[in-house]
């Protein structure tokens, strides 16, 4: 995604969630629905659930394409529910996208939006109930990082594929 043109092609095919279906799919059928994040950049609209969508398309890669350990799929996908909730509740954007990538022993997942305002790792107090998404990024990813594009941004993290 990283260098990839600019957020315009994500609004070519914005899967819809009527009722929460996605939850009741098998993963295999989410990714034959909504899109293979490991082929082509899925979109996603800028809604709430779209945060639901991105963590069923996360574990059916996971769990179908990549055959991860248990604890590497639930980290990656928590921090997919991070990244593309922070897209949907600080940009603006009409849709979003998400990318999946896996190379030796890695793994490294990318959320794309059109605002070019950087991420902010803030303090987190015990009490404080909002605010821990990139604090969860930055313990639980091995890297993380933002690339600014022309039109945009990708707000990425890397995890190793073994525990």
Not at 19 to 37: I, N
Not at 55 to 75: F, H, I, K, N, S
Not at 113 to 125: A, I, N, Q, T
């Amino acid at each position: 995604m990283a260098g990839q043109g600019d957020v315009a092609s994500v609004t070519e095919r914005v899967p819809e969630d009527p009722a929460g279906k996605w939850d009741a799919e098998p993963v295999r059928t989410v990714l034959e629905q909504a899109g293979d994040p490991t082929v082509r950049e899925v979109p996603l609209p800028n809604l709430p659930e779209s945060a639901r969508l991105a963590r069923r398309l996360t574990q059916a890669v996971l769990q179908e394409r990549w055959a991860l350990p248990a604890e590497r799929t639930e980290y990656t996908v928590l921090l997919v529910s991070e990244l593309v909730g922070n897209a949907v509740r600080h940009t603006g954007a009409h849709t979003i996208g998400i990318r999946m990538l896996r190379r030796s022993g890695w793994i490294r997942v990318e959320v794309r939006d059109p605002s070019r305002g950087l991420p902010c790792l803030l303090p987190v107090g015990e009490l404080d109930t909002s605010g821990r998404g990139l604090f969860l990024v930055d313990t639980l990813a091995e890297r993380w990082g933002v690339d600014l594009l022309p039109r945009g941004k990708t707000t990425w993290f890397e995890m190793r594929a073994t525990s």
